[in-house]
């Protein structure tokens, strides 16, 4: 079971060194999300179609240095200007999903400078085709949604800023030129003609819109050279209200914009980010974890690619290696299930592994999820690189993981329905407020019994006793609640005590019990009173 100390935790979560390409003093930020607009729908009537929208945008220089920007050189195409990747995302019954497929990124080949009021002014005098320290420059949603000027994610190097303009998608053209790769020069190529409403922009299936919940609208910005410790101000997320006219949809802007990754909205998340050093980006893992329920915590994760290249191929989690693992899923931004990642119970771990064609990559985020009888406890969330490339196999994000098994199941118990035991708590030392709480039929009684070692005795009709009848110590009769056959039995745990394992049953007793006519086993715990890990 791989855990962190508290001092390790915080040590991973300081600024990493720069990239090989690092400018200093290169700092472009981001500071709203606005002007949202819909372009069309296609497909299937509403609410089964697709909707193609763009998010505007303002952003500043933030640095200590010009930033050059242009175009072209000699013709050319280059690649000195900043990229400005989107995405959609809904928070919904305790969720954060994203909702829009891997969108196409604007191409910003043009450098405005305006002064007046913003976060990085004033705005400074400097050399034409670059951004001026302290200027500011606005983005509408129609500008971002120029077609002609959004080509794929996947020709970018988020980690550098980089792009190759020779084989892109602007210079060999949608269709690719006749020729290709031969005609493949660096000149722009691309003729939107014939292009429809949705191609290329933001999609969102209507039916994503639809569902209840919150939807953010996140705008990135990735410029070649800038150090990593200046990217706390690259992304930017803002609340979006979508509406069904019954012909057509409309957007717009409510609540306020928040810098950083929309999974820091995730509402009772944490996030933790890591990088592979100075040889690739970052992934954020955000973290929410529920319960428990029945002696279940319910864990969900969502794993941002912020600017990592080589992509990720495997999330790793561990898990102690005698937890129970239910109700494992798995989210990701397209509707293919043949793509889908796939969960494998590997010892004291928990893997999901990617479908074909299917990395992390950058500007998305995945979610996974899955029940245990282990609590949280600090520890590392891994995700295995999918490409070649510079740089560790892994990176390892602190996350809380299942890591702390105090509260063992031994089996289950029996009848119909079957009487239970859980755990209210964990019978950490003290903790006052520990105990164990029975469920039978109402109107039943329950016959308690803890002991100071297990057992698998067993005893017919498919039931075990989970306890050695040797080392009993308490045996008690319970009544529990008539409204809803609850018994809960306190078992205050004073400070000073002695780490113990103690062992806990219950039988339900019901007239045609699977046991000697009247009783029915509960399932069976083992209570690691004063444990702090796995076994």
Request: net charge negative; proline share 7%.
């Amino acid at each position: 079971m791989r855990t962190l100390s508290v001092a390790f935790v915080s040590l991973l979560g300081l600024p990493l060194a720069a990239q090989a390409n690092a400018v200093p003093g290169t700092d472009i930020a981001v500071f709203d999300v606005n002007g949202p607009g819909v372009f069309g729908r296609t497909g299937a009537a509403y609410p089964n179609g697709l909707v193609g929208m763009a998010i505007g945008h303002s952003m500043c220089n933030q640095g200590t240095v010009n930033l050059p920007w242009f175009g072209t050189s000699g013709g050319v195409m280059v690649e000195t200007y900043p990229k400005i990747a989107f995405l959609l995302a809904r928070e919904s019954n305790g969720r954060m999903v994203q909702i829009s497929g891997k969108s196409f990124l604007k191409h910003s080949r043009t450098a405005f400078n305006f002064s007046g009021t913003n976060p990085c002014g004033p705005c400074q005098s400097g050399p034409s085709q670059t951004f001026r320290m302290g200027c500011y420059d606005v983005y509408s949603s129609g500008f971002n949604g120029s077609q002609g000027n959004l080509g794929p994610t996947t020709e970018i190097n988020p980690w550098l800023g980089s792009w190759n303009p020779v084989g892109s998608y602007f210079d060999i053209g949608d269709p690719a030129q006749t020729g290709y790769p031969a005609a493949a020069d660096g000149v722009q190529s691309l003729s939107i003609t014939g292009f429809g409403s949705v191609k290329n922009r933001m999609q969102v299936l209507e039916q994503d819109l639809v569902t209840p919940g919150t939807i953010y609208g996140q705008n990135q910005l990735v410029i070649l050279g800038e150090p990593v410790a200046n990217r706390g101000n690259n992304q930017i997320s803002r609340p979006l209200s979508f509406t069904w006219s019954g012909s057509s949809w409309s957007v717009a802007v409510t609540g306020t914009a928040s810098q950083g990754s929309v999974l820091t909205r995730w509402t009772g998340a944490t996030t933790a980010m890591a990088g592979n050093g100075n040889d690739d980006g970052r992934f954020l893992v955000a973290v929410k974890v529920t319960g428990p329920v029945n002696g279940m915590w319910h864990y969900e994760y969502a794993v941002q690619n912020v600017d990592n290249h080589r992509g990720g191929a495997v999330f790793r989690i561990p898990v102690c290696a005698e937890a129970r693992v239910e109700n494992v899923g798995f989210h990701d931004i397209d509707s293919d299930a043949l793509n889908d990642w796939t969960p494998v119970r590997n010892g004291d771990a928990l893997e999901f592994l990617a479908g074909a064609n299917n990395p992390l990559d950058w500007n998305t985020f995945y979610n996974v999820w899955f029940d245990s009888d282990a609590a949280p406890a600090a520890g590392l969330f891994e995700v295995d690189a999918a490409r070649p490339g510079a740089g560790a196999l892994t990176v390892a994000v602190p996350a809380q993981v299942p890591g702390l098994f105090n509260v063992a199941w031994l089996g289950a118990g029996c009848g119909a329905p079957a009487p239970t035991v859980v755990a209210t708590g964990q019978p950490t030392i003290p903790n006052a407020a520990f105990g164990v709480e029975f469920s039978v039929t109402p109107g039943n009684l329950v016959i308690a019994a803890f002991g100071f070692a297990g057992a698998n005795l067993p005893l017919g009709g498919g039931c075990f006793q989970y306890l050695d009848g040797n080392q009993l110590g308490v045996v008690e009769l319970l009544v529990p609640n008539p409204a809803d056959g609850k018994a809960l039995r306190p078992i205050p745990l004073a400070a000073g005590m002695t780490p113990v394992d103690w062992f806990c049953q219950g039988f339900e007793v019901v007239d045609g019990g699977p046991l000697l006519g009247f009783l029915a086993p509960t399932n069976g715990l083992q209570l690691r009173v004063g444990g702090t890990g796995c076994p």
